[in-house]
């Protein structure tokens, strides 16, 4: 799960898809491709709106997306086309930029939609944010 900060989104994403899979079978892992986070806890309006859905995302501490990634991983899921771009500026070969996937492509294929950045917002946009990347997720676990 890659947003941009790995403070606000793709902590959630990360959080959410890990509650509905089986640990000894999916691996799953959050990054931002800024740096600016790396070693923070996630912001603590995405750990207010993932405990009021019964889901603690307070151990998560920010990384930032590296190449090796996309040896480590199956798929990498991005939170918007602005992430995307820059995970597949890093990519080396078409075989990795196929595991890049917009999330929101898994319920709404073909339409090209983005999970808003919350950062800047109020914590209503936290929600929204969540709702998404649950239904997201629920389509996701169900594939796996
Ligand atoms: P995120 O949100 O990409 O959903 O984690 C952001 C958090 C921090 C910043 C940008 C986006 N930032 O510029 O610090």
Redesign the pocket.
Known sequence: MV?????????LAEGILKSKVNASKVFVDSA???H??VGDE??QR?IAVGKKHNIDITNQR?RQFTVKDFEDFDLIYV?DNS?KENVLALAENDFQKEKVKLILDEIFPDENVD?P????GGNSGFEK?FKMLDEACEEIAGRL
């Open positions: 947003c941009l900060g790995n403070i606000c989104r793709s902590p931002g491709t800024g600016w986070h996630p912001d995405s920010g939170m992430n999970v950045d919350p950062y800047f944010v």
